[in-house]
């Protein structure tokens, strides 16, 4: 079921088989027919992540990237929609040689194809492929179909199925319930698959009355039952799995021999124990539109919980709707932080919420929308600009952001400006200051930038363009010197923080609120 921690489970297995000294890397698997999340609501889908090579793909990629430390490429994330147009789109050029095309073998050799080229072109000793969706649900039976054929064309040494399943307590009889992991298997062998190992998402740790019953009615050892309970942080998971035997098991399936790595295991336990509540804490406000979802802006919370464990502070987060901030309110906060977003609603609500801590000298920094908004807000309330506004937004006699050229605004799906660029940092800046270095190349998504006819106003009333790219076209980081932090960049800089090496930028804003 959605929400039930399969990328995190799959991310922790994922670094469990890293920590064991194995090339590794992960596949998600969106049975839904969208042909990437870019044009999915957060609230209903969470963030959308962007991988370096332009992917808008779901949140879970951002999860492998987390863990491994590694870049993962848009391939990763397989949908239905990109299985069927590749196999119709072959059928129109005639590559079946007469075929009647259909889901089997067509689909799934389709499926089978890009999970095969991944690991081969990636040189991978294991693939973690993770399936979305609901075992049953219909969009979803022809990978589980690819899947089953897997596992017979290469056999069970070489293709294991790991099942993740709910099992709930019920605190008016005090037990731990098996009978939805047993529906679920049983849903599971009508397919056609039955799990070498099952993973049960609870509450509390899997008694062993219960990881014997679910092995009894699964037909899996008792030892192939592992417990994934609530934690107070994720990324004490891939220890809680390796406590409990996981590691070994997956090994012995493998017929691989298990080699311990405890350098890479003291370096991982080091980051994780650094993820700990401290003393001292830092409270930051995060305006945004979609609020009523925390994971819309799951990467923007971990990388400053990364830069807070890296300065030995606890960070707390609080999501403020943008349609009806109170700006008074914004006092008690140690810094105030805009994340990236579309559209008209909440707009204005961003832009006095940049004014009043541009005025009140509190910590801000602006993400993608954040920093539009920020460049207007200033505008308005320093170099007079009458209206200032993004076209996005509203028509304006000052319209400070407009769109990018040779933007389609009827064809919304990957067309935006996606991806790693570079970017040009100039010297004796703040930026400049942070990342120490002239070139860096971050990630973007972003339909509109600001309008270059207002730089001049703009750097006479005191804000410094510090970044720019494609030989300076386009603006890309903000900052004003006389503040003790008000900064906004054009791109998404939270995609690149990790456990133990927070972000530059993002780390420096969170100092600042120290």
């Known amino acids: 079921m959605s929400g039930l921690g399969k990328g995190v489970i799959t991310a922790s297995i994922a670094k469990l088989l890293q920590l064991s000294n194995q090339n590794i890397s992960c596949i998600k698997i969106d049975p ?3 042909y990437d999340a870019g044009t999915m609501n ?18 879970d990629v951002g999860n492998y990237e987390r863990f491994l430390n590694k870049d993962i490429l848009k391939s990763h ?18 590559k079946y040689l007469g075929a009647c095309v259909q889901i089997i073998p067509h689909i799934t050799d389709e499926i089978k194809n890009r999970i095969k080229l991944i690991s081969y072109k990636e040189k991978l000793d294991i693939t973690v492929v993770e399936c979305g969706g609901t075992v049953g649900d219909i969009e979803s039976l022809p990978f589980l179909e690819a899947l089953r054929q897997m596992k017979v064309e290469f056999g069970n040494s070489e293709v294991l199925f790991i099942h993740v399943t709910l099992v709930p307590s019920l605190k008016v009889v005090n037990e731990q319930k098996t009978k939805p992991t047993q529906h679920s298997v049983q849903e599971l062998r009508r397919i056609g698959i039955q799990p070498d190992m099952i993973i049960c998402r609870c509450e509390q740790p899997l008694l062993e009355k219960t990881k014997k019953k679910i092995a009894l009615f699964t037909n899996v050892n008792v030892n192939d039952v592992i417990s994934c309970h609530d934690v107070k942080s994720i990324f004490t998971i891939p220890k809680m799995l390796s406590n409990q035997g996981l590691t070994q098991l997956i090994f012995q399936k493998f017929n691989k021999p298990k080699i311990n790595y405890n350098k890479r295991w003291n370096k991982w336990n080091s980051i994780v124990n650094s993820l700990q509540e401290y003393n001292k804490s830092i409270k930051i406000a995060m305006i945004g539109k979609y609020v009523s979802l925390l994971d819309s802006y799951v990467s923007v919370t971990h990388a400053l919980k990364h830069s807070g464990a890296y300065l030995k502070r606890s960070t707390y987060i609080e999501l403020l709707d943008s349609e009806d901030v109170n700006t008074n309110k914004l006092s008690k906060f140690d810094g105030i932080l805009v994340p990236g977003g579309f559209g008209t609603r909440g707009s204005e609500g961003i832009i006095k919420t940049a004014q009043y801590a541009y005025k009140k000298n509190i910590p801000y920094l602006g993400i993608c929308f954040g920093f539009q908004l920020a460049i207007v807000a200033f505008g308005r309330q320093n170099c007079k600009l009458n209206n200032a506004n993004s076209t996005e937004i509203n028509s304006t006699e000052n319209p400070v952001i407009d769109l990018l050229p040779d933007q389609d605004k009827n064809n919304l799906g990957g067309t935006l400006r996606l991806g790693a660029d570079q970017i040009n940092i100039k010297k004796n800046t703040i930026a400049y200051s942070i990342y120490n270095k002239k070139i860096i190349t971050k990630r973007h998504r972003h339909r509109y930038e600001f309008n270059a006819d207002y730089l001049e106003i703009y750097e006479k009333n005191g804000l410094i363009f510090s970044g720019e790219s494609d030989n300076n076209r386009r603006i890309e980081i903000i900052e004003e010197p006389s503040k003790k932090f008000f900064m906004g960049v054009q791109f998404h800089p939270e995609f690149d923080s990790r456990p133990g090496f927070p972000e530059n930028i993002i780390n420096a804003f969170v100092s600042s609120t120290i």
């Open 32 to 34: 839904y027919l969208n």
């Open 42 to 59: 957060p609230i209903a889908h969470g963030e959308v992540f962007v991988t370096k090579d332009g992917g808008e793909c779901d949140m």
């Open 77 to 94: 994330n397989i949908t239905t929609a990109q299985i069927y147009s590749h196999v119709i789109e072959s059928e129109r050029q005639g």
